[in-house]
């Protein structure tokens, strides 16, 4: 992959961000910056606005108010989470790895032999070798994942946003996506990733984000993930309140 | 078996314009149908070819049974409903097949209603199940055009289309061509629906689309096999159809659809990834 040049500077900026559906907010005035090459998780019970906030940064959705901010000309790599592929598509592994193309070649553009290599030497990265031709319905949970990886991989972009990569994933597969995610924080890129495991983020991951539709706490894992803070994250109501007040401008922090 | 398969086209005219206009419907219909099928919208296409009739009917009430504003007012009808269905999904609560059957229900019945204040039955069997064996000069041309514009209009989408089937998500995190690609696709459908709606009418042109494409998913694992046997399979249809329409006097547009619908049910049984094949390989299995 290309060597990415990187200052120390913000990858990502969000500002009194509030996104959500309806009148309803999902995260609520969130503050708060990822460096560029940064290597960060976003923890969070179900329903907390991980996938929102994740989906803003990737611009797929408009926020309500504040704003995400991300540094201009950065290349962006999106991994939803897998329930949204349809996996009966007719394709084989190499088509759905060639997606990652797009980023260079776009809509028009041939795919040319370097493209197929870079295809080729992604597929080969995740452990897939031998999968080129293999039709995607007759893939594990794991191996699809590990394909998925390598569409990223192929996209060679330097913010990557992966959204619950680790679900339904057995533990040498999950060790091999974390070697894959370190090796692209290595490479400079900023990398953002919502996650369950607990014990994988403490282990794995220098910055968590923790939030329960509004920020709980940011910063350092260790001084993120603490029982008091959990137990916060844990207390806040899940549930949309019809009736709940209108959130005044001036109650912002 | 001269007699039987060329003598019906090299005697009569009217048999070979059949014949061009049926495989020129294949040519351009049967790709739009394995897209529809993998966008999972083959009722869709349904729904749109029975929108496109109030359209058509309207021109027909205007100026009687003339091809021009017949077409124009089919692509208005389509378009209204397309565009209607769509916006109705985007902007409530309710999914796209329930406002699309909202839609097409209302044109249907404004369609026939409107035929049927001038027009005799005979008109409405036109309209809904169409005369392939009656095609002029100005229908050839009309399906010409409509084939020139959905071959470049894929060749040009293919990646997009491909990519919207298979990870939505995904085309939209790296394009904004995802609303763009949905919007042209629906346009093609509703353009290869007014096509064949001359030939097949609008009951029926949605056949030649489906069909064949839905038989060509039984023989292959890849999108472009899948387009080019779905063409073969639309253009035997055509071929096998009207020659049955000639030998046993049956109406022709049926003859067709009930023709791509004998090769489907075949396809079901027989093809690799159909229903007897399992059952009929050897149950035996790789050591790894």
């Not at chain 2, 229900?105 to 026939?112: D, N, R, T, Y």
């Not at chain 2, 919007?183 to 629906?193: P, R, T």
Request: aromatic share 6%.
């Amino acid at each position: 992959m290309t060597g990415l040049p990187f200052n120390p500077r913000t990858a990502v900026e969000m500002r009194d961000l509030t996104v959500g559906y309806g009148s309803h907010a999902a995260v609520h005035h969130l503050s708060c910056c990822f460096s560029a090459g940064s290597l960060s998780a976003l923890v969070g019970v179900n329903g907390s606005g991980k996938s929102t906030l994740i989906k803003t940064i990737a611009g797929l959705l408009r926020p309500m108010s504040g704003r995400c901010h991300i540094a201009p000309g950065t290349s962006l790599a999106y991994l939803p989470q897998q329930s949204e592929l349809d996996r009966s598509f007719p394709a084989r592994v190499r088509d759905l790895v060639s997606l990652g193309l797009w980023s260079q070649r776009g809509l028009l553009g041939r795919h040319r032999a370097q493209d197929r290599d870079r295809v080729a030497a992604a597929i080969s990265a995740v452990g897939l070798d031998g999968f080129d031709t293999r039709p995607i319905d007759s893939l594990s949970g794991g191996q699809l994942q590990r394909a998925l990886f390598a569409r990223v991989l192929v996209q060679d972009a330097q913010l990557i946003l992966l959204d619950e990569p680790f679900n339904a994933v057995d533990e040498r597969t999950i060790g091999d996506l974390v070697a894959l995610i370190h090796r692209w924080q290595g490479q400079g890129r900023t990398v953002i990733v919502v996650a369950h495991d607990l014990d994988l983020v403490r282990a794995q991951f220098p910055q968590t984000l923790l939030l329960a539709r509004r920020p709980i706490a940011w910063g350092a894992t260790l001084d993120v993930l603490t029982s008091d803070n959990l137990q916060r994250a844990r207390n806040l109501h899940e549930a949309w309140d019809d009736h709940a007040p209108w959130c005044a401008p001036d109650e912002v922090a | 078996m001269h007699d039987f398969l060329i003598a019906p086209f090299a005697e009569f005219d009217f048999m070979r314009r059949a014949l061009l206009g049926a495989l020129m419907l294949s040519l351009t219909a049967c790709p739009v149908g394995v897209f529809l099928m993998l966008r999972r919208m083959s009722l869709t296409g349904e729904a749109m070819s029975h929108a496109i009739l109030p359209g058509a009917a309207a021109g027909f009430l205007i100026y009687g049974l003339k091809i021009l504003p017949m077409t124009i007012g089919g692509l208005i009808a389509g378009a209204i409903v397309a565009v209607g269905a769509g916006a109705v999904a985007r902007l409530t609560v309710q999914k796209e097949d329930a406002s699309m059957a909202a839609f097409y229900l209302i044109s249907l019945a404004v369609g026939v209603v409107l035929v049927s204040l001038r027009g005799s039955s005979v008109d409405l069997m036109h309209v809904l199940f169409g005369t392939v064996l009656a095609l002029n000069d100005d229908a050839l041309w009309l399906i010409m055009i409509v084939l020139a514009v959905t071959v470049l209009v894929l060749v040009i989408l293919w990646r997009a289309l491909v990519a919207e089937c298979l990870d939505p998500l995904f085309l939209r995190s790296v394009s904004k061509l995802g609303g763009i690609t949905h919007q042209a696709f629906l346009g093609l459908v509703v353009l290869n629906l007014v096509a064949g709606f001359q030939a097949l009418g609008t009951l029926l042109s949605v056949g030649l689309m489906i069909l064949p494409a839905a038989g060509a998913r039984f023989w292959t694992t890849s999108v472009l096999p899948m387009v080019g046997l779905a063409v073969v399979i639309g253009a035997m249809s055509s071929v096998g159809g009207l020659l049955l329409s000639y030998h046993a006097s049956l109406p022709s547009g049926p003859a067709i659809i009930l023709s791509s619908g004998a090769i489907y049910a075949a396809s079901v049984l027989l093809g690799p990834r159909g229903a007897l094949m399992p059952l009929l390989t050897r149950r035996t299995h790789r050591t790894g």
